[in-house]
């Protein structure tokens, strides 16, 4: 009587860490930038209605909003976003693209949008 084969083989226990380690290396490096835009849609999200920059003018909306990135340890670029001021209201918009490496010639790009309306008066 033959004995039934029970378990799996080598190679598809190769094939299986294989592909946990790609799993593992694409979380390690796409992982961090959500976590920054996790932190970058609080600081826009504090500015919303909150009614703390009433009265306040576009260079102190300004500084705040780079003082909240530092104090988050996330930095943009200024052509990343924008803070407008329109019938008494501001808005400030966060529109970037981070991008980065995942294996050799392999990259990824995210897109990210936020936006907040606020009164300036």
């Known amino acids: 009587m033959m004995k039934r084969q029970e378990g799996l083989t080598g190679i598809s226990i190769l094939i299986i860490v294989m592909f946990l380690v790609f799993v593992a290396s694409l979380a390690l490096k ?21 009614g703390d920059m009433r009265g306040k003018t576009k260079k102190m909306v300004t500084d705040a909003f780079i003082k909240r990135m530092k104090i988050n340890n996330v930095m943009l670029e200024k052509d990343q976003w924008s803070l407008t001021k329109k019938d008494g209201d501001f808005l400030l918009v966060v529109d970037y693209e981070p991008r980065g490496e995942l294996i050799g010639s392999l990259e990824f790009i995210v897109h990210f949008h936020h936006e907040a309306k606020f009164a300036a008066n």
């Open 30 to 50: 796409v992982v961090p930038v959500y976590a920054d835009d996790s932190a970058i849609k609080s600081i826009v999200a504090s500015f919303d209605n909150k």
